[in-house]
């Protein structure tokens, strides 16, 4: 079949949607469905709790065409159809950076690096599901209909990503992809035994929140590693990402839009009740919205967390992945130098001497750092809308994204404790101020306390504002969700 002409044409009657031929590669076909009951166990048991035979207004992937790729309707979760849908074949495609820059970029699996490939596909394969897992309790839980909705939006198509990533290890990885993709239904987020495996994917998701600061910064870490790997020169694995990152951009819509509305009904509710200090924490709070002080905490904490997924700032892995072609930089094909930095260097935040400060480094050992510097830059766009907000009301108060060196488990800086400034403190003082950066048992405490579900059709909970449209346009009052 020429791919070229099936472009967009999604098989929709089979068992799994899919653009890639599945009808006539009986192998990937029957190994997948053979995957599908041991995936729909998974989500039953570990996906949202409750609502399963609730009707959801879900959209679905049907095309890969940029103008018209989703559909809207009420769907059943469990009867989700999780496709497998590539972004369109590019003719004449090379490999974009590294020691084989020009070649053709590769249809099958380049052999020499097998192993490293296959790793990079089930760490990413591992994220997905993880974060469905960490979110299955939130929907006793959610402010609004329309939260619910966006809620199992991102679970549904989390689910779908791990699909992606499974037809990549069951079509190109045989035998030992196999036993990867079901060792991706095996572990669980969290558990001692069989944990996720990177740490942000094993922390809790307790509240909205951090649901939304989850969407907003980890989402974005998602964001990063599948532009990273868009650019691979393994193709399947290219076009499979970029499609994935329609999908990822709602995800981190939900994240930046659900922290703007925590920020604009808490600041209404100061304004209404005239109180113009920000750290009048005790006022704002008997107001049922959470004061601003309390999202900063949550802000530093999921920040903080999420930068540890960038890995270590020098890595080798890193570099021999970019070398061989298989996982770029941030936006590769924008960039403007040799594409294959084996004699530049760029600069590391790193600890000399006991002080955080800058070392030119190989670049190519230096990848990671580079790929965390362009999240922190693109991080820093929606916290600046956030302040927009806040300032509209003239409320004396910012959100900042604490230094890199606070709170962190890997890397340079695990070895030391520093403030959100980056100022060095010894463990004694970290201990002390320790709940003036992150959030405290009273914080938490308050805010399960206003995690109160709002089901009416329409209505918001008390310290969230409603969004400024609709999802696919629809009327305040739809009901996004008929709870069964
Ligand atoms: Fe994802
Ligand atoms: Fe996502």
Redesign the pocket.
Known sequence: MNVATSIGKVDYDGLIPNNVGLGEDVRVKRALEKWHPGYIDWWKDMGPEGFQESLVYLRTAVSVDPKGWAKFDYVKMPDYKWGILLAPQAEGRTIPFGAHAGEPAWQEVPGEYRAMLRRLIVIQGD??PASVEQQRHLGKTAPSLYDLRNLFQVNV??GR?LWAMVYLLQKYFGTDGREEAEALLQRRSGDPDSPRMLGAFNEKTPDWLSFFMFTYFTDRD?KMQLEALAQSGFDPLSRTCRF?LTE?AHHMFVGETGVTRVIQRTCEAMKEAGITDPFDIARVRKLGVIDLPTIQKKANLHFSLTLDLFGNEISTNAANAFHAGLKGRYRENRLTDDHKLETSTYPVLRLIDGKIQNEDAPALSALNMRLRDDYVNDANVGVGRWNKVIESFGIPFQIKLPHVAFNRNIGEFSKVKADVDGKQMSEAEWASHRSDFLPNEQDKDFIESLMQPQYEAGKFASWIAPPKVGIDNKPGEFEYVKIA
Do not use: P, R, S
């Open positions: 994220t997905e198509e989390e990503h998602g994935m990822e």
